[in-house]
């Protein structure tokens, strides 16, 4: 089992235990541009705009929690965290899952979690456009689900605005690893507790119950150098 649990700020923002009362008809509530949102995202590095991207999953995902026993979408947030720190830690699956899962809650948390690997994919090639896009994605589709709006807004303007001081696009490079919990808005974030937090964090993960993680082994496999999920 993954082993994230609900951030404060969006425990905070009182987005669980609503009805669902949206509709849902798939690609077409979330493939949408939003220039000015793109604009702001490639100001952040590659590692930065994954960091988005994952946490803006996370308001999907526990926005609908109470309302399924899906468990795959947490699983590749927890991945998309865990390639933060090294990319070589994750894998993407090759092929459709969970066709099952339909309508307004498991159908939703099956496209967050598509989008998340596209994301990902990105990631991996180094596709700028195409990772920031796919974060507008997750960014449309979280403001489809959540009852009140103005609380992840409001989050998004402002972990974007601390990514971009923290975390800006230098062209070629990824740039550094971003904890899980820069994005937590509400509190203070000093980036010299970035190693210490990004190592607890890998040390908590047990790759035998994502599988969206690879082994040990695997990672070594894919020419890894020290021990994995491990901070090198």
């Given at each position: 089992?993954p082993?994230?649990?609900?951030?404060?700020y969006i425990l905070?923002?009182d987005?669980?235990n609503?009805?669902?009362?949206h509709?849902?008809?798939?690609?077409?509530d979330?493939t949408?541009?939003?220039d000015k949102l793109?604009?702001?995202?490639?100001t952040l590095?590659?590692?930065a705009?994954?960091?988005?991207?994952?946490?803006t999953?996370?308001?999907?995902?526990?926005?609908?929690r109470g309302e399924?026993d899906?468990d795959?979408?947490?699983?590749m947030i927890?991945?998309a965290?865990a390639a933060n720190?090294d990319?070589r830690?994750?894998?993407?699956?090759?092929?459709?899952?969970?066709?099952d899962?339909?309508?307004?809650?498991?159908?939703?948390l099956?496209?967050?979690?598509?989008?998340?690997?596209?994301?990902l994919?990105?990631?991996?090639?180094?596709?700028?456009g195409?990772?920031?896009?796919?974060?507008?994605y997750l960014?449309?589709l979280?403001r489809?689900?959540?009852?009140d709006?103005?609380?992840?807004?409001?989050?998004l303007?402002?972990?974007?605005?601390?990514?971009a001081?923290?975390y800006p696009h230098?062209?070629?490079?990824?740039g550094?690893p971003?904890p899980?919990?820069?994005?937590?808005?509400?509190?203070?974030?000093?980036k010299a507790?970035?190693p210490?937090?990004?190592?607890?964090?890998?040390?908590?993960?047990?790759?035998?119950?994502n599988?969206?993680?690879?082994?040990p082994?695997q990672v070594l496999?894919?020419?890894?150098?020290g021990?994995?999920?491990r901070l090198?």
């Amino acid at each position: 089992m993954p082993t994230l649990s609900i951030p404060a700020y969006i425990l905070h923002a009182d987005v669980q235990n609503k009805p669902v009362a949206h509709a849902w008809r798939g690609a077409a509530d979330f493939t949408r541009e939003n220039d000015k949102l793109a604009q702001q995202l490639t100001t952040l590095s590659l590692r930065a705009r994954l960091a988005c991207a994952a946490a803006t999953a996370e308001w999907i995902y526990w926005r609908l929690r109470g309302e399924t026993d899906f468990d795959a979408p947490l699983q590749m947030i927890e991945a998309a965290w865990a390639a933060n720190c090294d990319v070589r830690y994750c894998q993407t699956p090759t092929v459709s899952e969970f066709e099952d899962r339909k309508g307004p809650v498991n159908g939703v948390l099956r496209a967050s979690k598509d989008i998340l690997a596209n994301v990902l994919r990105s990631y991996k090639a180094e596709s700028a456009g195409s990772l920031t896009s796919r974060t507008v994605y997750l960014y449309f589709l979280a403001r489809h689900v959540l009852p009140d709006k103005v609380a992840f807004d409001a989050w998004l303007k402002a972990a974007i605005k601390r990514l971009a001081l923290l975390y800006p696009h230098v062209e070629g490079q990824l740039g550094e690893p971003v904890p899980r919990e820069a994005m937590n808005t509400e509190e203070d974030f000093q980036k010299a507790d970035a190693p210490r937090l990004l190592a607890e964090f890998l040390g908590r993960l047990t790759p035998a119950e994502n599988r969206y993680l690879r082994s040990p082994e695997q990672v070594l496999a894919e020419g890894f150098a020290g021990t994995p999920y491990r901070l090198s």
